[in-house]
């Protein structure tokens, strides 16, 4: 009777830990420096001020899978997401992401300007909250590509020049574009292009004249030790990621921001939270988001700030000491030629094409 | 014996009931005790283990979203001839219209379209972007409504979009194993898909291929291993098996990631060729991110699976056996194939099973080395898994690598016999 009785308070114990207290929240983020410069920029400040815990959870490549799992469970155990804009857009439709009312939700900027203003065409979603601008582009080894390092990015696609392994993202996304893009077709057209099967194919067989020199990553972690370790000669990635191998660990390695692809990252609230969990995001989120914050959060990480108004707060990076603007996607030298990434022509099409390049791959 | 013919009826126990009904209660009460030992780990394996691959497993036919997003239109499909050639009448479009108006206030509606888009490309983006329109309508007073929805997408005014919402209308489908073995459900019946998307059966193919290329290599490198360890003293083999319990123990991640660094064109291996002057410095071996990548680093991640149970086997074969054998003038050759191998074919058999097994639903170490010709049909699972979130064929596929598992335990006990695996 006695051991009936423990195993009861036991599992009465490990019940109530099991559920969520009233002052702890679970953030997703990507995990590696970004996470640590969230930690630093939001959560630290954040928990400081309101005295709430929050829990780390580093799943947000497989955010969109793992909440319609939580939404059929009935049972959602994250606050606040960290997602691209496309899996967003993508959320929001499906109604597992709550609408956010940028005007009342969000803190306005310091000179009074809205919020909605403030982040401008970078609300692509109802449901999103963009926190930086980053961006996918490639970088190459200095020592390794011979007297004329590449200037442009079809130096991808030149195999007489740059001879040697280059790394590509294992999905359609951006490299059919750059696909296109070297195979003649201009910069405008390359979606209307790229909705035709015809162009589609087009894409495939441009970039099927360099499959057997590349080396497909699927973690943004990839590229940066395949530069490192010389395994490839140039590989596409995030900037953020190629700014640490260059600057924090000095490695022989240069920015091609040639075509560089902008894309968004930033914050939902997962759709049917309880009221108390509700109102707990959205205080973390009018926190996060102020201009100050944001801008904060570029001392840590290579990342352009989402709101106007915080470009002109960032400052240097913590512990290195240089400044980071010349570093951001965002800096006018570095965005000579970018390519803007359309995520409505993704979220439309992206089952369709996904299964022809991985097809493809296969082959 | 007179007593026994005289008092002719069942023989009965001390309390008077008969003898057999009380020994069954007994047993009964026996039986039930070691049940109720037994129970909580069976309950655990049921909740936990076997409801939800159940439930998983359930998905690969399960198909009740267009009832359920679109139970008007359905049921106004009915009446309609798909293969007419026509487009349905006012009625299925105005149920239609209701229906989404529903969808699009509850966001149902690219649930729908993502899960008809793996049946007819484009299906998702068409009602992704006729649910914006579509919802601002209202149902009551806005018909009649077939000229209006076809206005809002062409794709509507199309008896194709019809045909394919009236195929993939019924709660339960074969559509999610026909794809799963590169075919697709049409209103015209079962069909091959396009060729450039036809890839899965090759996958199963190579998954299976590339198994049984790792089990032959894990026997012909454990069998010398575990021979030596079964003949050496006891202390010299017992330092010879932490060398292979070792790495056993060890982290796969790690190691998997230990053999990038060994494989790769820059890595240890090509290295020590290089330097040794085997390989010229431009013509490095490409042993990573391909088939030979996979192999390697699987044959040495199964391999203690291989070695331990033939390890336990040759263990007992007692010595004295190739001993008679050599006093009857058997040479060296005869005495292995004759008396020593036939009685480690447990051992091989235990451990060719449980590499196999191992080896066909293998995820990480192909994901890691074995670039895009290297991986498994378990790596393509956990593609639709989280990725592509076409949870229907990934449940089909596991159900169909799960078949293919137990044909293949069936088989072997056809041939080999299953009494035959002995672990130790």
């Known amino acids: ?27 997703v983020s990507w995990g590696g420096a970004y996470s640590k410069s969230q930690l630093k920029a939001y959560h630290e400040p954040y928990s400081e001020k309101t005295g709430v815990t929050i829990l780390n959870d580093d799943s947000s490549a497989e955010a969109v899978a793992k909440l319609r799992a939580m939404n059929e469970a009935g049972n959602i155990t994250w606050d606040v997401v960290d997602v691209v804009a496309a899996d967003a857009i993508r959320l929001c439709d499906e109604g597992l992401a709550m609408e956010i009312d940028p005007d009342t939700m969000l803190a306005p900027a310091p000179d009074g300007t809205s919020a909605a203003d403030d982040f401008g065409d970078l609300l692509v979603s109802d449901c999103f909250i963009p926190q930086i601008v980053y961006s996918t582009t490639f970088g190459y080894r200095t020592d390794l590509v011979g007297d004329t390092p590449p200037t442009e990015i079809c130096a991808v696609f030149d195999l007489e020049n740059y001879p040697g392994k280059r790394s590509l993202e294992k999905r359609p996304i951006n490299n059919m574009e750059w696909a296109l893009l070297c195979d003649g077709v201009a910069k405008d057209d390359v979606y209307d292009v790229l909705a035709t099967p015809e162009g589609q194919d087009q894409a495939l067989a441009k970039l099927d004249t360099i499959k057997d020199s590349v080396v497909w990553w699927s973690a943004g972690a990839d590229t940066p030790q395949l530069l490192a370790d010389g395994e490839v000669i140039m590989g596409s990635t995030y900037n953020g990621r190629l700014f640490s191998v260059i600057e924090e660990q000095k490695q022989p390695v240069a ?5 560089q692809v902008f894309d968004l990252d930033g914050w939902i609230i997962p759709a049917g939270l309880s009221e108390e969990r509700q109102q707990r995001a959205l205080d973390y989120i009018m926190f996060a988001t102020d201009t100050q914050r944001l801008a904060d959060q570029a001392k840590y990480i290579s990342y352009g700030p989402a709101r106007a108004s915080s470009a002109p707060l960032v400052g240097q990076h913590a512990e290195l000491g240089i400044d980071m603007a010349p570093h951001m996607p965002t800096d006018p030298e570095n965005a000579k030629n970018t390519f803007l990434y359309n995520y409505e022509f993704w979220a439309d099409y992206r089952d369709d094409i996904d299964a022809k390049f991985q097809a493809w791959l296969a082959q | 014996m007179t007593d026994a013919t005289q008092n002719a009826g069942p023989m009965l126990a001390a309390d008077g009931t008969p003898l057999k009904q009380s020994l069954a209660r007994s047993l009964r009460r026996q039986k039930l005790r070691a049940l109720m030992l037994v129970a909580p ?19 690969s036919v399960e198909n009740g979203i267009v009832q359920e997003t679109l139970p008007l239109t359905v049921e106004a499909l009915q009446s309609w001839e798909e293969n007419s050639g026509e487009l349905p009448d006012e009625a299925v479009y105005d149920a239609f219209v209701q229906d989404m108006v529903v969808a699009v206030d509850n966001k149902t509606h690219t ?16 009602f992704r972007r006729s649910g914006r329109k579509m919802g601002k309508l ?17 794709g509507w005014g199309d ?14 489908t074969n559509g999610y194993f026909l794809n799963a073995v590169d075919m697709r459900r049409t209103p015209e019946g079962a069909q091959a898909q396009p060729e450039d998307k036809q890839i899965l059966i090759k996958l199963f193919g190579r998954t299976l291929f590339m198994s049984l290329v790792i089990t032959a290599s894990c026997i012909l490198l454990a069998y010398p291993v575990s021979y030596l360890l079964a003949t050496l003293p006891m202390r010299v083999s017992n330092l010879l098996m932490i060398l292979v319990l070792l790495p056993f123990w060890t982290s796969l991640l790690v190691r998997t990631s230990a053999w990038k660094v060994m494989l790769q064109q820059q890595g240890v291996i090509n290295e020590t060729l290089v330097w040794l002057g085997l390989v010229a410095d431009d013509a490095r071996l490409v042993i990573i991110n391909n088939q030979i990548g996979t192999i390697i680093a699987m044959t040495h991640i199964l391999l203690p699976f291989m070695i331990l149970p033939m390890y336990s086997v040759m263990q007992t074969i007692p010595e004295s056996y190739t001993r008679a054998a050599k006093s009857m003038g058997a040479t060296n050759w005869t005495t292995f194939w004759r008396i020593y191998f036939p009685q480690s074919i447990p051992g091989i058999g235990a451990g060719s099973i449980l590499v196999f097994i191992l080896a066909i639903g293998y995820y990480i170490t192909p994901e890691i080395v074995g670039g895009t010709k290297g991986v498994f049909i378990s790596n393509r699972i956990a593609y639709h898994i989280s990725s592509s979130l076409n949870w229907g064929l990934a449940a089909a596929l596991g159900t169909i690598l799960l078949a293919v598992v137990l044909l293949l335990y069936w088989c072997y006990d056809k041939i080999v016999g299953i009494d035959n695996v002995k672990l130790g």
Request: aromatic share 8%.
């Open chain 2, 159 to 172: 008896p194709q979009t019809w045909a394919v919402i009236k195929t993939h209308s019924p709660a339960v």
């Open chain 1, 1 to 27: 009777m006695k051991a009936t009785k423990t195993l009861l308070t036991t599992a009465a114990v490990a019940i109530a830990a099991g559920g969520v207290s009233a002052e702890e929240m679970t953030i």
């Open chain 2, 138 to 154: 209202d149902p009551e007073t806005d018909g009649p409504f077939k000229d209006q929805v076809i206005e809002i997408h062409e």
């Open chain 2, 111 to 126: 649930r729908l379209g993502s899960r008809l888009n793996y049946e007819e490309t484009g299906m998702s983006s068409m």
């Open chain 2, 41 to 59: 780990l069976l309950l655990f394996v049921l909740f936990s283990f076997i409801v939800p691959i159940a439930s998983m497993l359930f998905r």
């Open chain 1, 255 to 259: 920015m091609l921001w040639d075509a």
